[in-house]
């Protein structure tokens, strides 16, 4: 028998800790516990992986997954999940028929979309399934006040002839991570006008409102019928609180191998630009990820970057370049092959989504949903680490 070696371990690695969605999940739902739980799971599970953290969350209690698009909401259904999706960002050119045929709930924000929609489903001979959507005052998705007569007549008119079922009213908060925000009650206040209008079409629709941040405020005349959260899902807190002071756990660990090893001496000038030149003799450590991978260039603009090496929290130093990250070791004994962490859930002292977020003036959303293969290998991990 022909000897076949184990494979090397991965360069790169997004590890995903499933378990810590789980809890996140259950988390969310003591928070609302009289609404159903729709966990979104776009962009790729926010870089996390759609099909293994739906599943995760379908199995702690959610009941419904988000996505934007149409090719997201089918991936799910390859992907062997049949609970109710919805999709909510599309175009009116777009074909609807595979994911009326799936079963795919749709969102629906215009005549024009719904005529779209309901083409899709007289191609398919099924019922498409119908969120109908109101902008409450975010100005992007969603019907106006002024246009919503008109969309909910013509919603009504196709549930007559039975080419559709309106499932729902909803819309989204365009301050739903700022507690006490006067936008929330108005927009609340709005949505449920539009759902009175709709109702009064003799249409039975659910309502659903709020996101990570409003589900945690604990305020029942936001989570209505269902919640929506999203990067909580995946343990980065909406109010940016840190890790020990949050409920929730960061599912994600950015890590990498150690590629080389080398002495350099006193003087000697590190990456592009030389912004860096060793002050002593010292030990460089290269790492083979860089903005290619999601470490962005600007990370270590002033030299501030850490990454836990050898159970220490060690600098970047140098230009981060596309594929490479080189790390000051002194005279500490690390080796090729030794993994570094560059961030994850902070418990071993790791820097975390959140402190990158705050390095680079952005949030802990772009962080994760940057981290990008296919030179950064997925790993999902059942139990926590």
Not at 329 to 351: Q, W, Y
Request: hydrophobic fraction near 45%.
């Amino acid at each position: 028998m022909q000897f076949v070696p184990d494979a090397p371990p991965p360069r790169a690695e997004a590890v995903v800790d499933l378990a810590a969605v789980r809890h996140n999940v259950g988390v969310l739902r003591a928070a609302a516990p009289d609404s159903a739980l729709m966990a979104v799971v776009k962009a790729d599970g926010y870089g996390h992986g759609a099909v293994a953290v739906g599943s995760a969350a379908l199995a702690a209690g959610a009941t419904w997954l988000g996505v934007c698009t149409l090719e997201e909401a089918l991936a799910l259904r390859a992907g062997g999940i049949d609970a109710p999706v919805l999709s909510w960002l599309h175009v009116p050119t777009d074909d609807f028929t595979e994911a009326v045929a799936a079963g795919i709930d749709l969102s629906v924000g215009s005549v024009a979309h719904l005529d779209a929609v309901l083409a899709g489903a007289r191609a398919a001979g099924r019922t498409a399934r119908l969120h109908l959507k109101i902008d409450t005052g975010l100005s992007r998705g969603g019907a106006q006040p002024a246009q919503w007569a008109d969309l909910v007549d013509a919603a009504a008119k196709a549930v007559a002839e039975g080419t559709a079922e309106v499932v729902a009213v909803f819309s989204h908060l365009s301050h739903g991570d700022t507690p006490g925000h006067p936008t929330l009650d108005l927009q609340a206040e709005r949505l449920t006008t539009a759902w009175q209008a709709a109702r009064d079409r003799g249409l039975h629709p659910i309502r659903h409102l709020a996101n990570s941040g409003a589900t945690l405020m604990r305020r029942p005349e936001l989570a209505l019928d269902l919640v929506r959260p999203g990067i909580a899902v995946y343990g980065l807190d909406p109010y940016d609180r840190p890790v020990a002071q949050s409920p929730l756990r960061p599912a994600m660990r950015l890590q990498a191998r150690v590629a080389l090893v080398k002495r350099v001496p006193a003087g000697e000038g590190v990456a592009y630009g030389h912004e860096w030149v060793a002050p002593v003799e010292t030990t460089l450590a290269l790492l083979p990820v860089g903005y290619a991978d999601g470490v962005p260039r600007r990370l270590n603009r002033d030299g501030r970057m850490r990454v836990l090496l050898g159970g220490e929290l060690r600098p970047a130093v140098g230009r981060i370049s596309m594929d490479q990250v080189v790390v000051d070791c002194g005279d500490a004994p690390v080796a090729e092959g030794d993994l570094a962490v560059l961030f994850g859930s902070g418990a071993d002292g790791e820097p975390t989504a959140q402190d990158w977020a705050d390095e680079l003036g952005t949030i802990h959303y772009e962080v994760v949903t940057g981290v990008r293969g296919p030179r950064v290998t997925r790993v999902v991990r059942e139990e926590p680490w």
